[in-house]
């Protein structure tokens, strides 16, 4: 079976997050129809996770539940999960915790895993609006390993990543 592997990064605070969401929609839709099976990575550090998560959801059921695998990868073991594993594992289809990046300084181990989901991926999907912070810096180490990168962002802001 060929394995289409797809990571989501983003900033902490997004903007336009409607015309965000629908753009998403539209690229899932696409990437479910046109892959024999797609594996979609994702951590769940700021808003543009959350709404990546709530729109990789959603199209899972609406587009083609049965040809995906919806994953959490966590940097280290965080308390939130511990104590609502059961919430977590009805949600996503797994919850990873990567190995790279246990027991790191906690600033760093999210850096890390960012950087193993990037190793996993045959697509980064982001949503970068400023050429600041850990989605820039992820995305930046994406461009370098020579990942495809689509910035969801691109068309309605002013900043384009290359």
């Known amino acids: 079976m060929n394995i289409y592997t797809v990571s989501f990064f983003g900033h902490r605070e997004i903007e336009r997050p409607i015309e965000t969401e629908n753009r998403l ?9 046109q892959n024999e ?15 990546a998560t709530s729109v990789i959801k959603r199209a899972i ?9 919806f994953i959490l990868v966590l940097p280290y073991m965080k308390a939130e999960y511990r104590n609502n594993k059961g919430n977590y594992l009805d949600y996503y289809d797994e919850v990873e915790i990567c190995a790279e990046s246990v027991g ?18 045959d697509l980064v999907v ?13 995305v930046q180490y994406a461009m370098k390993q020579n990942r495809k990168i689509i910035n969801i962002a691109d068309d309605f802001m002013a900043f384009h990543l290359k």
């Open 25 to 33: 929609d539209k690229l899932l839709h696409d990437l479910i129809n």
């Open 37 to 51: 099976y797609i594996e979609f990575l994702i951590g769940r550090d700021g808003e543009f996770d959350l709404l």
């Open 61 to 69: 059921n609406k587009y083609g539940y049965g040809n995906t695998s």
């Open 104 to 121: 790191i300084h906690y600033k760093s181990a999210i850096q890390i895993r960012n950087r193993n989901m990037v190793d996993r991926s």
């Open 126 to 138: 982001c949503c970068i609006q400023r050429k600041i912070g850990g989605a820039y810096k992820t």
